[in-house]
């Protein structure tokens, strides 16, 4: 016996029984279209008849090179015969033919990515018989129109515009699309006859069962059609998977004033409110709505046209949506007043109605609060969490360029090309957006100050592209503008933007707006999201935490749910421009007294920093890190001294006396200062004196930056709060260093509570971040209190991958070329540095079995990293503060697949009875 390719609407009991009663295989066989159009017709739901040919067979017939498997038109021509039994028609015969619908369907929906052929079955002959038969040439000629067009796009292959040019020569003559009387359309199929004729390498086939075959192998065909691989790709869908083909008796929405066609989403795919929304045209066909030839109607208005139908129509956007416990995307027509529903699916939606449907959904009893938290993904909460356009605006304003959607939100600022005057500007209070050919490391000071970032070149892995999404800013890279950093303007299609005008940047779409769009603040308010994340903190284990600098940051992180500060970069605080020169003294400093000096200025302005983040966090543990960097990134590069003196020395031969005396003393300092950075410079800064190497190097900054801690812990608690500062040494790879650098802390903090006669408690912890130190942390936690996997440092030293090296130089290539498969800097390597990781939990275990364990890389916001650290027993995450809430859902998510509820399953009978 050959396989069986077919099955009819009415047959869903055997497609079930062959896909081993299992829902998702069922659609996986069928399609998507197919298995709920099946469904539907089980439930009662008026479908038009119709079979499907299965995945399988597409499948088949890519795999035979694109032949039709055995067997598949003989089990066709069967199924198309009950067809026509139930329609009372017979396909291919004049007085009373059957046509039919040829329509793809993949297991996952992919909206408008592959091809249907509509009013399969018609020839002139047929044409002469429908309109003796119905009296209605006008709809008749319509229809073999439509067919002639479709058929010869997308089986035939001549260019969709070719028929749009006659098609709206015709319009402009007659009016709108239903108004064409008989003799325009009658020509309109002579000349869509003779377009055929001269484009396409085959004429348009007369016989109907030849149309129908060859339109079934087009939509085979189509699943590998370029935009359709471009959609899965995007989409992240199997191209192996294949498309379904349904045959469907066609119904006929272009049949009179009493018909017509169109869509409903059972909700608000926009805002998730609980209203119908819809368009449908009267008196149409097929995509007539999407297509915008003609102005819609909003679906309201069809109560006032075909009463009954609308209401029926309503009824049955809920039952299903009840049914399939979703948002439902339903297609329908109406033919003569009847009511036909054509397909329906769960309906594409916005972050925002994701979660508000989610919510709603759950209490209404629909699905269940886990069901809701696993509808909505983190990186939908992402996308929420940064400022959004409002509707209005983005239909409103004009578009001046388009390049890739790396790093969602809304950013609106005036353009500016140089990151300094960046950092400037925005520091006035102005909203800027980077305007760069490409971004290098060197100017993430203006990219951290800007609103918004915008490349010509670069991908989604390249340096802006990863810092962008790394601080929650809006960035478009790879953008169709040309940048003059000379005369500092960018030109698109012909616009040009001067620096100081206004742009828009829509980060999730990847638009450029020329001028000021209008922006909505995220925010985790009393609304769906914050109820959504309130279940998912029912069922998370995982805490998460912050990284935040200073108090706004840490004010910022407790609104959206932080349970602490998991990491503070106390270097953050020393780059601030009243605080640099300062800094800069104390290492530029030839004596320890000098030394001293500065190091004795910087301790009242560290200390006021940690009593704000304090204050902010009270209650809840603030981890502070020590001062990490090498001291170098606190000094002017050495080619920026060189150019500066080399500056000073062209002036100084022009100048007047008095300007000569100046720029000679410049020129004097900026070549001393030259000398001493020359002395500091070293030629592996990232494994040079950094870390605790630091700190022990420079005993007097340690002892002020905890004697700062604990000061700061004493005067809120003084003040009545309840500091919990706990104190992190950076970059240790031997438990000695660790010891030493210990004892050092403990030291001050003895001696600071003694002077002061309080005693808050300080934790001493320290990060693994270097591969020794993974692997010796029996021994390290015998000196820590707690340990935080700083994955950054720890990827870049088990790798031996300098990061920002590798963004500009090779890592887009190894992403491309498949020697990685993920940037291992946005998601944890689980097999390597991962390993690492697992390996020094268990032995951190052995000495100390309830060690606090946590992470405080860029990782901790990314949801498959969480799902990691909740996997190997982590205590929590922490991340920057906008990413907190996709952190507690993905920390959910984490806990949830370890341990599923059960689902209702979809079953034909769950909705009989409600
Ligand atoms: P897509 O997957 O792109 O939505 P469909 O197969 O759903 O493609 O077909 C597109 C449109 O063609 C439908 O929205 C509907 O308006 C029309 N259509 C499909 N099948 C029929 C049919 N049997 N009778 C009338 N119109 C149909
Ligand atoms: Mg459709
Ligand atoms: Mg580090």
Known sequence: ???????????????????????EAVRALLGGKGANLADMSALGIPVPPGFTITTKACIEYQALGEHIPEGLWEQVEDAL?????????????????????????????????????????????????????????????????????????????????????????????????????????????????????????????????????????????????????????????????????????????????????????SRDGTTGESAIEGDYLMNAQGEDVVAGSRPTKPIADLVSEVPECALELFATARLLENHYRDMQDIEFTIENGRLWILQTRSGKRTAQAAVKIAVDLANEGLITRDEALLRVSPDQIDTLMHPQFTAQDLASKPVFARGLNVSPGAAVGIA?????????????????????????????????????????????????ALVARQFGKPAITGADIEIDLLARTVTSEGTTIHEGEWLSLDGATGTVYQGKLATTAAEVGNDALSTLLAWADQRRVLKVRANADDSLEADRARKFGAEGVGLCRTEHMFFDSDRLPIVQRMILATSE???????????????????????????????????DPPLHEFLPSRSELNRQI????????????????????????????????????????????????????????????????????????RDGGNPRPEIMVPLVGHHNELAQQRAMIHATITETETRLGTNVPVRI??????????LTCEQIVEHADFLSFGTNDLTQTTFAISRDDAESAFLADYLDTGILDKNPFSTIDASGVGR???????????????????????????????????????????????????????????????????????????????
Request: hydrophobic letters at 40%; charged letters at 20%.
């Open 593 to 627: 007294a000098e030394q001293r000096a500065a190091i004795e200025e910087l301790l009242p302005i560290q200390r006021q920093d940690f009593i704000g983040l304090l204050q902010a966090m009270d209650g809840l543990p603030v981890v502070i890190r020590l001062l």
């Open 1 to 23: 016996m050959t396989e069986r390719w077919v099955y009819s609407f009415d047959e869903m009991r055997d497609a079930k029984r062959d896909a081993g009663n299992d829902w």
């Open 765 to 774: 912890g320290t990060m693994i971040e270097v591969p020794r130190a993974a």
């Open 81 to 265: 015969t009950r067809v026509a039994a139930v329609t009372g028609r017979t396909f291919a015969e004049p007085s009373n033919p059957l046509l039919v619908a040829v329509r793809s369907g993949a297991q996952f929906s992919m909206p408008g990515m592959m091809d249907t052929v509509l009013n399969v079955g018609m020839n002139d002959h047929i044409v002469d018989g429908m309109i003796e038969n119905t009296g209605d040439a006008r709809f008749v000629l319509d229809s073999f129109r439509r067919l002639l067009q479709m058929f010869g796009t997308v089986v035939l292959g001549v260019p969709s515009e070719e028929f749009e040019k006659v098609l709206s020569s015709a319009r402009n003559e007659a009016g709108t699309d239903n108004e064409l009387d008989e003799a325009v359309l009658r020509s309109l199929t002579t000349s869509f006859k003779s377009l055929i004729d001269a484009s396409a390498s085959q004429p348009f086939p007369t016989d109907p069962t030849s149309q129908l075959h060859d339109a079934v192998e087009a939509v085979f065909r189509s699943w590998h059609s370029r935009r359709a691989y471009d959609y899965r790709q995007a989409s992240g869908i199997d191209h192996n998977l294949g498309t379904a083909v349904n045959i469907v008796a066609m119904v006929f929405g272009n049949a009179g004033p009493a018909s017509g066609t169109g869509v409903v989403m």
């Open 836 to 914: 690492l990781m697992r390996i020094a939990m268990r032995d951190a275990q052995k000495t100390a079995p309830n060690i606090e364990v946590g992470i405080c890389g860029e990782h901790g916001g990314d949801p498959e990293s969480i799902k990691f650290c909740h996997q190997t027993g982590f205590s929590y995450v922490s991340c920057s503060s906008y990413r907190v809430p996709t952190a507690r859902l993905a920390a959910a998510h984490a806990a949830l697949e370890g341990n599923p509820t059960p689902r209702n399953t979809t079953s034909l009978s769950a909705i009989g009875t409600s």
């Open 646 to 717: 080399s500056e000073l020395e062209r002036q100084l031969p022009e100048a007047d006396l008095n300007q000569k005396t100046t720029d000679l003393t410049d020129l004097t300092n900026t070549r001393t200062l030259l000398a001493r950075v020359e002395t500091l410079s070293e030629s592996n800064p990232m494994l040079g004196l950094r870390g605790v190497r630091l700190g022990l190097k420079l005993p007097h900054l340690t002892h002020m930056q905890v004697q700062a801690v604990v000061e700061a812990a004493a005067e809120v608690a």
């Open 416 to 464: 500016v090309f140089n990151p300094d005057l960046t950092q400037q500007w925005s520091s006035q209070g102005h909203h800027t957006i980077l305007v760069r050919p490409e971004t290098r490391p060197e100017d993430v000071h203006g990219m951290l100050s800007a609103d918004g970032i915008l490349t010509a070149t670069g991908g989604r892995t390249s340096h802006a």
